[in-house]
């Protein structure tokens, strides 16, 4: 059964840090391309940025590009979100989710998703 | 990076059919077959209902179909059931990224 399980939310103060992860089972993630997509609470979900299956190519949406920064540890199953230079409007709900084998590939399973507040 | 457009809200009585769009442009639905759809209940993670725009998971009701014309997707359900009352969301790939529809509201009168 495929698992994604997000952690690593939490407060964090308006400019500080945070990294979330996301444990991978039940699949060979070196196979596949990942993303992640974040939902503000009671708005419609946004993608935020991929990375391939062997985490050479990376992509981010334009709101977070330069902040964020994607990665992967295939051997431990885990998958990163590090975010910089957080903002009030980073507030949301963070999901995984598993990609496909191709760049193209529509996302299928997701995780339940970790909360990130950015307030002071 | 456009989100895509979709209808707020859309409603039907059981047994009935209701169709929702999803329109973007030829960077993104236009020109790729890779538009999906999820299906969002309170409180819940999104569940993927269709990809490469006509295709169903294993496990979806075939009551769920997808169909594409030009820039806009659209998502079809046919007999109605009180389950399918959720927020629905369609994606499409963008060439180096993906795009989200802002959501509809699908209520089960």
């Known amino acids: 059964e495929v698992q994604l399980v997000e952690s690593g939310g939490g407060l964090v103060q308006p400019g500080g840090s945070l990294r979330v992860s996301c444990a991978a089972s039940g699949f060979t993630l070196s196979g596949y391309w990942m993303h992640w997509v974040r939902q503000a609470p009671g708005k419609g979900l946004v993608w935020v940025s991929r990375?391939?299956?062997?985490?050479?190519?990376?992509t981010y949406a334009d709101s977070v590009k330069g902040r964020f920064t994607v990665s992967r540890d295939n051997d431990k199953n885990t998958l990163y979100l590090q975010m910089n230079s957080l903002r009030a409007e980073d507030t949301a709900v963070y999901y995984c989710l598993r990609g496909g084998p191709y760049s193209n590939s529509c996302p299928d399973y997701w995780g339940q998703g970790t909360l990130v507040t950015v307030s002071s | 990076q456009s989100a895509l457009t979709q209808p707020p809200s859309a409603s039907g009585s059981p047994g009935q059919s209701v169709t929702i769009s999803c329109t973007g442009s030829?960077?993104?639905?236009?020109?790729?077959?890779?538009v999906s759809w999820y299906q969002q209940h309170p409180g819940e993670a999104p569940k993927l209902m269709i990809y490469d725009v006509t295709k169903r998971p294993s496990g979806v009701p075939d009551r769920f179909s997808g169909a594409k014309s030009g820039n806009t997707a659209s998502l079809t359900v046919s007999g109605l059931q009180a389950e399918d009352e959720a927020d629905y969301y369609c994606?499409?790939?963008?060439?180096?990224?993906?795009?989200f529809g802002g959501g509809t509201k699908l209520t089960v009168l």
């Open positions: 030829s960077s993104d639905v236009g020109g790729y077959d890779y």
């Open positions: 994606s499409s790939y963008a060439g180096s990224s993906w795009v």
């Open positions: 990375i391939s299956s062997g985490g050479s190519s990376t």
